[in-house]
């Protein structure tokens, strides 16, 4: 295909989830996506009611997973010829669509959102207005890029693109930046303890503070080991903090 057609699809990707529906999901979508293919390649009239057909069919994955799979769908669409069985097409989107959300949405929802915004909150509780976009320079890139370059290998790929994602080992990253975004949980609890906010560390040195936040990040390595979810471990802190700052306003409202 053109490098023009291919970027219009490419941009398609981006609005896959304005259409979801509980029907069929991202169906919709998806379909939208394709339609470039058959005004490019100038099917007749029953052939493109073939592919739009196929892909109207329940589709739902991870959004920032989905260029790559539509990259490689629209190579093997643009690669079948007249005629030939289209099973093969519909069994690797059935068949990839179930691992990319699960890949997907553990590394993003589960391990990068939760990162960016901690650190965007700690900046926040600092004063600092660059906290939005500091959230969205962590965030956007990341998935901006595995969208494009995921999009791109998928159709360099056809029903090969997989490795592309392989290649990229999400679930690896997830792993590191969880734990990045421990870190800058007790970095940040220290900084609010060593200010003061806290009564958990009023009137300590900040070697006690520090020592206080090593032992938690210990904690967590130990509950992880256990296997203990390290997203629970992050919600959870949350709510302990959520729960002792409710201590301190009633403390202030008394």
């Known amino acids: 295909m053109k490098r023009g057609s291919l970027l219009k699809i490419f ?4 609005f ?12 919709l979508g998806f379909a939208y996506a394709m339609i470039s293919l058959l005004k490019e390649r100038k099917m007749p009239d029953k ?9 109207l069919q329940r589709f739902n994955t991870n959004p920032y997973l989905a260029p790559p799979l539509v990259g490689s769908i629209l190579k ?3 690669d079948r010829r007249e005629g030939e069985d289209p099973a093969p097409i519909v069994a690797v989107k059935q068949s990839l669509m179930g691992p990319y959300a699960a890949i997907g949405d553990a590394f993003f929802w589960g391990a990068l959102r939760p990162c960016a915004g901690i650190c965007s ?4 509780w600092m004063g600092s207005a660059f906290a939005p976009l500091a959230f969205l320079l ?3 890139p990341a998935h901006s890029l595995v969208r494009w370059r995921g999009f791109f290998e998928g159709y360099r790929g056809g029903k090969q ?7 990229m080992d999400l679930p690896g990253i997830s792993d590191r930046v969880r734990w990045l975004a421990l870190a800058a949980l007790c970095a940040v609890g220290l900084w609010i303890s060593r200010a003061g906010y806290q009564g958990v560390a009023a009137g300590a040195c900040g070697f006690a503070a520090a020592a206080a936040m090593l032992a938690m990040i210990l904690l967590c390595w130990w509950l992880m080991k256990r296997g203990v979810s390290q997203i629970y471990l992050l919600y959870g802190a949350a709510a302990l903090a959520m729960i002792y700052s409710t201590k301190d306003l009633w403390l202030c409202w008394k």
């Open 16 to 27: 896959i989830h304005a259409t979801l529906n509980f029907r069929r999901m991202q169906n």
């Open 11 to 14: 941009w398609r990707t981006f």
């Open 47 to 55: 052939e493109a009611e073939g592919v739009l057909v196929r892909h």
């Open 76 to 78: 093997m669409e643009e």
């Open 161 to 167: 693109g997989i490795e592309c994602i392989r290649r």
């Open 121 to 124: 909150a700690g900046l926040a």
């Open 138 to 140: 962590i965030y956007s």
